[in-house]
């Protein structure tokens, strides 16, 4: 998709976004534009009450042969909240699509300030294209009847600054890296192995001229990551352990690693999954998909951080092979796990994967994981658990997303956590029964990193939609990303 900034009078969309709000007039430039074109027949739609501006209420009228306009309402206009722009605009998005007749979509670019909230021009744009971008996406790759598309994006501003443009760019890539992550998301499992996912990584790394090593089942062995190799072996696809670098052309700000999930499909292992549960777990590696958007949405920005994005990519399957329970682990770091349940994969190639970002010496290390069914029971399908071992970089992320638009909410990690992961035989087992199952995950990941800044973001719940919601259409998310982006930028 190509992202334009544009003046009102240069739109070539033939459906335009103008937003109103339901107790203050509109006076945008374009909206005056629009108004005008329509020979003030907007205005009097407005004036009789066909639309009052309620939010998300929306109200189309078509001016000439070329040009619709989609008003979306924004409600009160001191009431109006990030989140809630967002959803406005993810929606007027998805409704827009419908109507484009030339694959060509306009939004106007504004600024808010209200009683709970506000943002200038260069947020708006910060927070308008991925929103935006969020309700026109479509995988359609498998459909004989492709749905419609939209090509390209204007991004409407008349008083068009350095700022905006920077924010427009931001945006612009933030977008890119969801809808990356969401196809990848998307492929089927049979398709998307540890192999293709590791020659995605390959191919990032040529376009971005980024470090890479990937792994192969040999050169993991001799990394001594048995814990990883155990929940992979099970499946006829080889696990493959990925390690991207950015590094930028100056001394580098600060050093991240971000780790992803990356279980390509979880059948459960031997603890097979009900088949209602199964459905929906080629979204497994969502983690991995994610922190491989990111990277390249940091390279493209010029960054000033330096980012490693590492995954530890594997099947968990059923078969004679497979990994089982009472099996005991040695995980990278020297430490035991005795297999308790085969379905609780996801911490143990976890485990090694933060074990290995030990040597990376990063001031901070980030996991984003499909790792429990319990943050669902907690928090639903709109909140991602967040949980960590530094609270000024949890406060710092929680701050950000909210800023972003994504819904957090921290989870404790306790040590009193321990006696449910106790074992007989070995360091510690890998599950410790239904309660607190978020935060008992957590803590097992605790053992693996020697980070003092270590944050996990659970995102089982919010990761994959099974229906839609408000902001986003059925299927992948791309959860955090616009959160993880602006807190690595910021
Ligand atoms: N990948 C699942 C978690 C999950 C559940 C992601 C639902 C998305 C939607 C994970 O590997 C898993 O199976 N966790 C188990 C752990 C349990 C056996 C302690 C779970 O939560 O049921
Ligand atoms: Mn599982
Ligand atoms: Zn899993």
Known sequence: ?????????????????????????????????????????????LKLGIIKGKYLETF?????????????????????????????????????????????????????????????KKESAIITIPAARIGLYNFDKYLSNKKPSIETLEIIEDELT????????????????????????????????????????????????????????????????????????????????????????????????????????????????????????????????????????????????????VSALCENMTSGKAYKQGDVLKAMNGKTIEVDNTD???????????????????????????????????LGHNITGVMGNNQEQIDKFLNISKKYCENTWQMPILDELKDNLKSEIADMKNTGGRNAGTSTAAWFLSNFTKSKSWMHLDIAGTAYLEKSNKETPFGPTGVMIRSLINYLIN
């Open 1 to 45: 998709m190509k992202f334009q900034t544009k003046t009102s009078k240069e739109i070539t969309s033939d459906t335009v976004i103008s937003f109103i709000y339901e107790d203050k007039e509109n006076k945008s430039p374009l909206f005056e534009y629009l108004n005008e074109l329509s020979n003030n027949e907007i205005k009097k739609q």
């Open 60 to 120: 189309k009228i078509a001016i000439n042969e070329n040009l619709k306009v989609l008003l979306m309402g924004l409600g009160k206009s001191k009431e109006l909240t990030r989140k809630k722009f967002s959803i406005a605009v993810s929606s007027a998005a998805r409704s827009a699509k419908t109507i484009s007749l030339n694959n060509s979509i306009a939004i106007e670019l504004i600024d808010y300030s209200g009683e709970k909230d506000s943002f200038d």
């Open 162 to 309: 350095q700022d905006i443009e920077k924010g427009a760019e931001i945006g612009a890539y933030i977008s890119y890296a969801m809808n990356y992550a969401k196809d990848l998301v998307n492929e089927q499992a049979q398709v998307a192995t540890p192999e293709y996912i590791a020659n995605k990584a390959v191919e990032i790394a040529k376009e971005n001229n980024l470090e890479i090593k990937v792994f192969n089942k040999k050169e993991i062995e001799e990394m001594n990551m048995n814990a990883f190799l155990a929940v992979g072996q099970g499946s006829i696809n080889e696990p493959k352990f990925i390690h991207l670098t950015y590094k930028p052309n100056t001394t580098p700000r600060k050093k991240v690693a971000l780790v992803g999930k990356g279980i390509t499909f979880d059948a459960g292992g031997m603890n097979i999954k009900p088949a209602t549960s199964m459905l929906t777990m080629k979204s497994d590696m969502t983690g991995a998909a994610s922190v491989l958007g990111i990277i390249q949405a940091i390279a493209k920005l010029n960054s000033d951080i330096e980012l490693h994005v």
């Open 344 to 378: 609780a994969e996801g911490r143990i190639t976890l485990a090694d994967a933060l074990s290995y970002c030990d040597r990376l010496n990063a001031d901070e290390v980030i996991d984003i994981a499909t790792l429990t069914g319990a943050v669902i029971v907690s």
